[in-house]
């Protein structure tokens, strides 16, 4: 099959793409002269913001293999923590958007909260330390709070 053909109506079609089996009709196929184009090089800026994203990548790769255990332990606290607050009621779900209080479970994130702490507090910073108990003891006061108040 040619490269271009009469169509039905007097359409002509063109392939216009690029490739051994296209003829006259490729627009790279000839430039000035009859002469083939070479094929056009990388931008340099092409070259650079591969290889960014290249270092970029490894970066993060590396940033997650560091990350050990207590690191761990910091974000199972904080997912705990956000799950009591849920739990009692006091901050809506993010998924249902609505106030749904399930104290057993709170009591259950809290307990475990606690336990995690423990293991994490021979590694912490001072500061660190105090800011675990700060959140627990901020936990375990509201869940106090909330078992007083009578279930809607």
Wanted: with cysteine; charged share 30%; proline share 7%.
């Amino acid at each position: 099959m040619s490269s271009e053909q009469e169509g039905e109506k007097g359409f002509r079609i063109v392939d216009k793409r690029g490739g051994p089996s296209t003829g006259s009709g490729s627009p790279r196929a000839k430039s000035r002269g009859g002469e083939k184009e070479p094929p056009k090089a990388e931008a340099p800026q092409d070259e650079e913001k591969a290889a960014a994203a290249d270092q970029s990548s490894r970066e993060e790769a590396q940033a997650l293999e560091s990350v050990d255990v207590y690191g761990v332990l910091r974000y199972c606290i904080a997912l705990l923590h956000s799950h009591a607050w849920q739990s009692m009621g006091l901050v809506p779900s993010p998924v249902t958007q609505k106030i749904e209080r399930d104290m057993e479970q709170a009591r259950i994130a809290i307990d475990c909260a606690g336990f995690l702490a423990e293991r994490l507090e021979p590694k912490a910073e001072p500061e660190e330390r105090a800011s675990l108990r700060s959140l627990l003891t901020d936990l375990r006061l509201n869940f106090a709070r909330q078992q007083e108040r009578p279930t809607e």
